[in-house]
Every structure is written in C-alpha cells, then in structure tokens.
C-alpha cells in the first residue's frame, strides 16, 4: 500500500495538479502539527482520522484530529495518550531537555514526544511581558497561519497528574516558581493551565550530535523557517537557536511565542553609522531605540555561528540580515501580495522544471 495525495491548484487557466505525493513522510508534513487545521467539513471524522492514520502509522490519532480542525477531540485523545503511556511504563514528568526558560517551565514525560508547557509566576527584567500578553501571543498564533514553521499548542486547564510520577526536583520548580498555576491535592498534581505541545530536539543541542553535513541542513532550515514565517506576517522575535526545534523530518520549527509578533507592526532598521569613537565605544546604545524596532544586521552576533554554518547561512540567507530585505516585505504584505508557503515545495519545483 502507497500513500497518493494529489494537491490541487486553482489557476486562471483551470485546475492544475500541483504535486502528487507517494512516500508516508511527505504525506506527513501535509497533516502536520505545524501547519493550520485543515477544517474540512466531514460527514464522520472517526473514520477519516482511521483512513489517514492507516497512511501515517506513526503520527498519533490526537494529532489527526486536531488537524482535521476537532481541537477538542484532539485534547481527549492527547489526554488518554498521555494516561495510556503513564499506566503502561515507569516513566515520570522530568525536565525537558535544553536551556531553562525565563519564561516557560518546561517539563516531559520520559520516553513520550511531548512537553508540557508552564507559565512562571514572574519573568527577569529582561522579559519585559506579562503573563496575559504572553497568553495572546499563543492565542495569536493559534489563530494565524502557521506556515509549516509553528508548533501547535494546546491549551489545557485543570489537569490532574499524579504526584508520585514527578521527578522531585521539578515538582519543586513547579510548586516553587509556578505556584500561580501549579499546586499539589492530596496524591496529584493539579495544573491550572498549560500549553501541550510536540516534543522536538531543540536546534542548540541538535547541533551539538550533528554530523557536519546534518548541521549544514539544519542551518539552511533554520533560515527557511524565518523566511517562511516572514512571508506569512510573522516575526518570530527571539531568533536564538534553542527557541526553534527539530522533527523527525529534519524540519526545524520555532516554539518560543512570547516575544513573536506581525512583520508589519516592526519598524527594521539600518544600525546608525557611530558619528565619534566615543559613542562606538558605549555599551548600550547611542541612540533611541523603540520597543518594536528590530536591527537585522545585529542577528548573527547573536546566534554564534561559527566557520562553515556561518558560511552556509550567509550564502542562502544573508537577506534576513539585512533591513531593507524586510522593509520590502512589509510592503508586499501591506499591499495584500499573498506569499504562498507550501508544504510540499520541493515537489513543486520537481514537477515545474520537467514540465
Ligand atoms: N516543543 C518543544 N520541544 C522540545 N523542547 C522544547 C519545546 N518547547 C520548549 N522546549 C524547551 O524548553 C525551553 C524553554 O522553552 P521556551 O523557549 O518556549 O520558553 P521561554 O521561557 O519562552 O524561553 P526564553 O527564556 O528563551 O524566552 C526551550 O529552550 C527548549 O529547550
Ligand atoms: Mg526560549
């Protein structure tokens, strides 16, 4: 048995067939938990999520679900997953593997692909966000297009998990940092609220294991993902690598939305050229920098590539480094010019070229 999946494209000239996909992995990314549900109107979804999980053994009936647009379906049977999981194995609630959040705890169940995401009762001074803005900018990307490059979260409330299956010390980050939201009844752990979301391998430490050429890939996807979310609106704010994720696909994905906000509300701009030594040599800056202005030019300080990965990611994407690169998006975007991002492009170009 083959997966056959025919992507149709309406055109002036009539309907065309845009790509044609054989193999489970394409198929996959189509119905994937990156992408925006699909909303289709079905007559009996049950059997739809049974036909299409017989194509894609792998991914979990929740996830078909609530790509089918039933998110609430899609939360009951996370949530029996995640209970299936806890009644067949010793597995416990641990850490999530990378660097801790400022503003997320972040905690899994061993052995299980997905992680539980907590709001901290504060963030540092550098987070200069509240706890409801940081629900929007969730809310936000629960509502936009996710372009193939945003995990979908879930949001669940009042969760009952039992207690004894908590690794101590993050049962007393959570009780401890989290308090607003986690508190501890008898035998179980009650969540007021938590975003649930796919487990990835964070980009920072996939890097790390990566054989060179791997590393290379990665680079050059981290870059399309930026691209990717730039075309549809989005910037994803806080561009460092342990913010975005790696599947099993080898796509990379961003996951942090607490500094994300539209391309069209940022004002990118050209670093000031320094007018004396002096003010070159300040450590903050020497001029006025507003709370949505963003300097391109700036990004790869921060991202410490180094040798090769550098190399690679100047030549494909040098362009995200520069301002007048997203200040000529922003005027697509406010002109309406939609910039399809499709999930199957390399088939489109196949097809194109022999075409
Ligand atoms: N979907 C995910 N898959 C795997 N790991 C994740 C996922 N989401 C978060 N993490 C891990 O948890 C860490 C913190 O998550 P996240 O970046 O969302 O929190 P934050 O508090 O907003 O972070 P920051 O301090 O960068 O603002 C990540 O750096 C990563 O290591
Ligand atoms: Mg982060």
């Known amino acids: 048995m083959l997966p ?12 065309l067939v845009d790509a044609v996909m054989l193999q ?25 999520v049974l036909f299409l999980h017989s194509i894609m053994p792998v991914k979990p009936v929740s996830e078909l679900f609530t790509v089918l647009g039933r998110a609430k379906q899609g939360k009951t049977e996370r949530f029996r997953e995640i209970f299936r999981h806890l009644g067949a194995t010793k597995d416990h609630f641990v850490r999530a593997p990378g660097e801790r959040g400022l503003v997320m705890a972040c ?18 001074a550098v987070k200069n966000v509240r706890r409801e803005e940081v629900m929007a900018k969730y809310d936000l990307v629960f509502r936009h297009d996710r372009a193939g490059r945003l995990v979908d979260a879930q949001e669940f409330r009042d969760i009952r998990l039992p207690r004894k299956r908590f690794a101590p010390d993050m049962l007393a980050e959570l009780t401890g ?8 009844d008898g035998d179980d752990v009650i969540v007021n609220h938590a975003y649930v ?3 990835m391998t964070p980009l920072n430490l996939y890097l790390r294991t990566a054989t060179p050429e791997q590393a290379e890939l990665a680079i050059m996807e981290y870059g399309q993902a930026i691209r990717d979310l730039a075309y549809t609106n989005i910037f994803a704010g806080d ?34 050229a320094a007018t004396s030594d002096e003010d070159e040599m300040r450590a903050e800056s020497w001029f006025y920098v507003a709370d949505n202005d963003v300097f391109p030019e700036t990004f790869l300080q921060f991202l410490g590539f180094e040798g090769r990965l550098r190399e690679v990611f100047l030549e494909k994407h040098g362009e995200i480094l520069e301002a007048g690169w997203w200040r000529s998006l922003q005027e697509r975007l406010h002109s309406g010019d939609v910039v399809e991002v499709l999930p199957y492009h390399p088939h489109r170009v196949r097809v194109a070229s022999s075409a």
Do not use: W
């Open 4 to 15: 056959f999946a025919v992507a149709f494209r309406n055109t002036p000239r009539g309907v």
């Open 239 to 272: 561009l460092l690598l342990k913010n975005f994720g790696v599947t099993r696909h080898n796509r990379v994905i961003f996951y942090d939305y607490d500094e994300l906000c539209r391309v069209t509300d940022c004002r990118f701009r050209d670093l000031p």
């Open 24 to 48: 489970e992995s394409d198929v996959s990314i189509l119905f994937s938990f990156t992408r925006s549900y699909f909303h289709v109107d079905l007559e009996r979804v049950g059997e739809a």
């Open 107 to 124: 905690f899994m169940l061993e052995n299980f692909d997905v992680v539980f995401k907590v709001i901290r009762d504060q963030f540092p």
């Open 177 to 184: 940092e989290c308090a607003l939201n986690v508190r501890v």
């Open 197 to 199: 979301e796919r487990r």
